[in-house]
T-cell receptor
Framework: GAGVSQSPRYKVAKRGQDVALRCDPISGHVSLFWYQQALGQGPEFLTYFQNEAQLDKSGLPSDRFFAERPEGSVSTLKIQRTQQEDSAVYLC?????????????FGPGTRLTVL | AQKVTQAQTEISVVEKEDVTLDCVYETRDTTYYLFWYKQPPSGELVFLIRRNSFDEQNEISGRYSWNFQKSTSSFNFTITASQVVDSAVYFCALSEARHTGGFKTIFGAGTRLFVKA
């Protein structure tokens, strides 16, 4: 398909486990975003990539969260030593250009449950 | 600091009623962009409309219309003759350039719209 894809769609982790969430953006999209969406809330910004450069990681909640996009396409969000408060839907979005006016295309999200 | 407020948590209407979803934003920038996204029960957010801070012209697209007023920092969204398929969560968002490069988007908490047949 031509949309943003994310895997896995659902992930259950035991507290303390490390998890890795994958995002495949739309081909050719320069900008890539990660968001965290808690139940009943709007997406909360985590981090932003422009090609392979991580220009903004101000939204990452702690140093347990790490994101990369080494070749400027696929991105991985890693959470180390997961905690219950990390339970949420993690959304990935991509946009064609570099400017704020470009709309973002969202993936279906990964629902993470930490037991 | 950026902030987007959607004061209506849930709205319930009967099919064919008109409904307006409110959005109020805060920013210190003079250049910014406002968006509305729809999140249907399937979960994926879908872009509806964009407005830049210099364009206060209202827009109509079919049953959807948007009213942008800088004087009140509002960007409200109206659905005319609502349909059951309009049932979803609607998010208002604000995008601003960052000094680090690129831009950051802040979303409101969303308004859940129920349209009953």
């Amino acid at each position: 398909g031509a949309g943003v894809s994310q895997s896995p769609r659902y992930k259950v982790a035991k507290r303390g486990q490390d998890v890795a969430l994958r995002c495949d953006p739309i081909s050719g999209h320069v900008s890539l975003f990660w968001y965290q969406q808690a139940l009943g809330q709007g997406p909360e910004f985590l981090t932003y990539f422009q090609n392979e450069a991580q220009l903004d990681k101000s939204g990452l909640p702690s140093d347990r969260f790490f994101a990369e996009r080494p070749e400027g396409s696929v991105s991985t969000l890693k959470i180390q030593r997961t905690q219950q408060e990390d339970s949420a839907v993690y959304l990935c979005a991509s946009s064609l250009g570099l400017a704020g006016y470009n709309e973002q295309f969202f993936g279906p999200g990964t629902r993470l449950t930490v037991l | 600091a950026q902030k987007v407020t959607q004061a209506q948590t849930e709205i319930s209407v009967v099919e064919k009623e008109d409904v307006t979803l409110d959005c109020v934003y805060e920013t210190r920038d003079t250049t910014y962009y406002l968006f509305w996204y729809k999140q249907p029960p399937s979960g994926e957010l879908v872009f509806l409309i964009r407005r830049n801070s210099f364009d206060e012209q209202n827009e109509i697209s079919g049953r959807y219309s948007w009213n942008f007023q800088k004087s009140t920092s509002s960007f409200n969204f109206t659905i005319t003759a609502s349909q059951v398929v309009d049932s979803a969560v609607y998010f208002c968002a604000l995008s601003e350039a960052r000094h680090t490069g690129g831009f950051k988007t802040i979303f409101g908490a969303g308004t859940r719209l129920f349209v009953k047949a």
